[in-house]
């Protein structure tokens, strides 16, 4: 039987990835050689703390005394880098232990990733770490820096400080992301892992250390797929509440999650799940690779915004329709100005601007580029304003028009830095001439404003910080539920349907929904035809809803076990002989308990509750319009249990048909109000009863008023049985 894995120590972590001395298993002479690269890298990057290279077969490496094992180093190590191959692994760990060593990077493959002798071989040599106390970065991993220690085990060049942390499951995007930093000129880095197979650390354990790490502003995550996402769920709630969180989740495709998946050996789930549910940790999720390094570089620099209605300063019309029509694509809104600040801003610009938002000077600043700090501090004094983004040239003008215009320009850019100074508001500049470098505008950097030659970028940006604002803002007052206690005779009912190896019964789903205050309709179970009598004594003559009720028929309908619009005795008589027969005809072993009789619902709006228990993530509930909509549709929204009331507010909203609910052509609003309380307690449900392993309500029928449930399936987590 292999070992589990250890609980983590944080603070052990944190001196395998700070360490203040470096065992280099496999240090080499030989220039191709990783354990070559590795120890130059240190020495050339002034590294600090003790090296010990470790080759049996050399006295010294680079000048310096080598040791011919492991166990030979002095005790009490803080990291091990391995070059050597995946065989000799699970030996040199248990030396590591011996010694004292609190972590090791293994920077060889050939491990689950390749094989299934190659997972034989990653567990001997997680079970070797966790008898030597020894904590795991990789297998299979790209390696490690850390700059502010100046630890550099990558042999990467031109890489400078800075406050970004990342975490990448490509060592190729971290070589991507250096060189755009490079390019900026002004953006640094903190920590870089590589996971790898995240044998024994995983994304919640790094994400821990970056937000305990002093130097690290913002945590940056490059995933291809999560292997304990709940963990890290967990972890970001915590840490996002302190900074940042970046991820960029690859896979967002069904040809994407195969390249994931055979590039990691790790699961791939749905893309949009994932992102829903990181959105409600705190995390700021980007859509595509080119964003990740200006959505941290801004985050970083901005933090947050109060709100989402940004002002556009632009000194062309081209620009600032483009500038609009990014925003509100991205979620945010135009602020709509004061009267006082378009009076203002009148009073500096050319009679011919546009003064409703977006603000076009319409050549006002061609030869006065100093008017741009003056607008950008009125917009600034608007309370309706939450970001302000200039857009256009600014730092050209002295090329675009007249040399002389660049001191004026030098100057408004101070004056647009001791604005920065006095407010919290975000002020974001894009510039056509960001790309030269022009001195205004690395002034403006090296004051730490964000400067971008993408008005795509730009936005991102700013969708960032307002959905950070609005994160914090939502849990400084957050709500949650009081958590009901548990329906003892609903958890007996699910341990007898547990037992017998079947889920529970329709009548059995709504009346466990019901034993937790959720409305459900009246209905009557009919085992046999004499049991008919009752039924339409109880109903009457209103149309009627007959259904079978059997653990081996799960799509009723597909099996002719429904009859809709039944009124009277006689077509409730009919109807049960028909379904009977149907079911029988679609599996002739059923086993059918009998048929269900209810009141037919009344029309309104259909909406879907699910919940499954996500294998990465835990339990998760859906929603979404019912009925046909979910299938053709797909417009859903997903959260991890247990929700807030924020959470079950926002995945109402966030549904692109959410205006449904706003009431069309003539229809009442629904009761959102009623629509949240069955969220939470659904959430409540799944929280109590943990054997439930999926929860279907689909369809449920939302009113101006209230709901119905109208169909309800509840399926048990079954116990697995013993291997013969």
Do not use: W
């Amino acid at each position: 039987m292999s070992l589990q894995k250890a609980q983590p120590s944080q603070t052990q972590l944190n001196r395998v990835l700070a360490p203040d001395s470096i065992a280099i298993v496999g240090a080499s002479n030989d220039p191709t050689k990783r354990g070559y690269k590795a120890m130059m890298g240190l020495m050339e990057g002034g590294y600090e703390g003790k090296i010990y290279p470790i080759n049996p077969k050399a006295d010294q490496i680079l000048g310096r005394k080598a040791y011919g094992s492991v166990s030979s180093v002095p005790s009490g190590v803080d990291m091990a880098l391995i070059c050597t191959p995946a065989k000799t692994i699970p030996s040199l760990i248990k030396q590591c232990g011996d010694v004292g060593v609190q972590g090791a990077i293994i920077l060889a493959s050939g491990f689950g990733e390749v094989d299934e002798a190659g997972a034989e071989l990653e567990q001997q040599v997680l079970d070797a770490a966790i008898l030597a106390g020894v904590r795991i970065i990789g297998p299979n991993t790209s390696g490690l820096f850390n700059l502010h220690k100046k630890v550099n085990l990558l042999a990467l060049d031109n890489v400078k400080p800075g406050e970004i942390g990342i975490i990448s499951q490509s060592g190729n995007m971290l070589l991507s992301l250096a060189l755009e930093a490079q390019s900026n000129g002004h953006i640094g880095f903190s920590t870089y892992v590589g996971p790898g197979n995240q044998t024994d650390v995983g994304f919640a354990d790094y994400l821990a250390c970056l937000g305990a790490d002093d130097n690290t502003g913002v945590a940056t995550f490059y995933v291809e797929g999560f292997k304990d996402g709940r963990a890290f769920l967990d972890e970001a709630k915590h840490t996002s509440q302190k900074k940042p969180v970046v991820v960029y989740k690859s896979g967002s495709t069904e040809a994407g999650q195969k390249a994931a998946s055979s590039h990691t050996g790790a699961l791939a789930g749905s893309y949009q799940m994932t992102v829903d549910l990181l959105q409600q940790a705190g995390v700021n999720v980007v859509a595509n690779s080119d964003e990740i390094l200006p959505v941290a570089e801004g985050l970083s620099l901005l933090q947050q915004a109060g709100g989402k209605k940004v002002a556009v300063l632009a000194d062309g019309g081209g620009q600032a329709t483009i500038a609009s029509d990014r925003i509100s694509e991205a979620g945010l809104e135009l602020a709509e100005l004061e009267e006082s600040t378009r009076l203002a801003l009148s009073q500096i610009l050319f009679p011919q601007a546009s003064l409703v938002n977006p603000i076009d000077v319409a050549g006002s600043t061609d030869a006065n580029p100093g008017l741009l700090s003056q607008c950008m501090e009125i917009l600034e004094a608007d309370k309706n304003v939450d970001m302000v983004f200039l857009v256009g040239m600014f730092g050209g003008y002295g090329i675009r028009f007249a040399k002389e215009l660049a001191q004026e320009e030098l100057d408004c850019a101070d004056e647009m830095i001791a604005l920065a100074k006095r407010t919290t508001k975000p002020l974001i500049i894009d510039s056509l001439f960001a790309h030269i470098k022009p001195e205004p505008l690395e002034k403006l950097r090296k004051a730490g404003l964000p400067v971008y030659a993408s008005i795509e970028h730009a936005v991102k940006v700013m969708a960032a910080l307002g959905e950070r604002g609005t994160y914090l803002k939502q849990i400084e007052r957050q709500d949650h539920k009081t958590q009901l206690a548990i329906n003892h005779a609903s958890e007996k009912v699910l341990s007898n349907a547990r037992a017998q190896g079947r889920d529970l019964f329709e009548f059995e789903a709504k009346n466990l929904l019901a034993a937790y205050g959720l409305d459900v309709a009246k209905e009557i179970i009919v085992r046999h035809e004499n049991e008919l009598e009752a039924a339409y004594a109880e109903f009457g003559d209103i149309p009627l809803v007959m259904k079978v009720v059997s653990k081996d028929i799960l799509h009723k309908s597909d099996a002719g076990g429904v009859k809709l619009n039944l009124v009277g005795k006689n077509a409730l008589t009919e109807a049960r002989d028909t379904i009977l027969a149907s079911c029988l005809s679609y599996k002739a072993d059923a086993a059918i308990e009998g048929v269900l009789v209810t009141p037919m619902a009344r029309k309104g709006t259909e909406i879907i509750i699910g919940m499954s228990q996500d294998p990465i993530f835990g339990p998760v509930l859906m929603f979404g319009l019912g009925g046909i909509f979910v299938e053709i549709l797909k417009d859903v929204s997903f959260r991890a249990v247990p929700l807030s009331r924020y959470d079950a507010t926002s995945m109402i909203d966030q549904i692109k048909a959410s205006k449904v609910f706003d009431g069309v052509r003539g229809e009442l609003p629904v009761d959102k109000n009623a629509l949240v309380e069955l969220l939470l307690t659904v959430s409540n449900i799944i929280e109590n009863h943990p054997q439930i392993s999926e929860l279907d309500l689909n369809p449920v029928i939302v009113y101006d008023k209230g709901y119905a449930i109208v169909d309800a399936r509840i399926i048990v987590e079954q116990e697995s049985l013993p291997c013969q």
